[in-house]
């Protein structure tokens, strides 16, 4: 199952999201009150997924899930480059990312103990396996939340990377 999907700190980027999944499996999903938790149909697997906006321009998104399907979220391509995000796998099974071109960005050998960082101006995306239990954390930030808040950034691991604060697109994993 391919779903499309942006990021932003903002609570419509988990609704947009949830909209995006009900229109390709035709199922809906169950929300809480506060729109920041969802569970889905057994038929497409066990878990949720949680969005908290901690403050403007920084969000945490957590997905706890065992899929009947596996799933491919497909990042959109922003031309802004507005957002940054870092992924942490904390499952026990390996989670899989992809670039632009389709093509298995290399992780090492055990992604679940890595670090996966890109920003929104970048497509690819990440794999969720079938019948697997997968467990991530994803640190969304703000371009406008960093130069607030992080007066110096240097974001030099494994090699160059553009300045993210001249919009600098980068895509890159480690472990």
Known sequence: MKVNFYFTTEKQWILDLIHSVEKRTGFKA????NYNSVTWKPILGE???????IEEGLAIFKADVLLRHELR????????????LILFSVSLEQAY???????KVNVGKDFSK???????GIG???????????????VI?????????????????????????????FQKAFN
């Not at 169950?30 to 009150?33: A, F, P, Y």
């Not at 878990?47 to 906006?53: A, D, I, N, R, T």
């Open 30 to 33: 169950q929300i809480t009150e």
């Open 47 to 53: 878990g949720h997924l949680s969005f908290m906006e």
């Open 73 to 84: 979220m497909v990042n959109e391509i922003v031309k802004s480059n507005d957002y940054f």
């Open 97 to 103: 990312f992809f670039n632009e071109e389709g093509e």
């Open 114 to 120: 890595a670090i996966y960082y890109s920003t929104c």
């Open 124 to 138: 690819g995306g990440l794999i969720y396996a079938k019948d697997k239990k997968m467990r991530t954390v994803v």
């Open 141 to 169: 930030v703000s371009r406008n939340w960093i130069l607030r808040k992080i007066r110096f950034l240097n974001l030099t691991i494994k090699g160059e990377i553009p300045d993210y604060h001249k919009n600098g697109a």
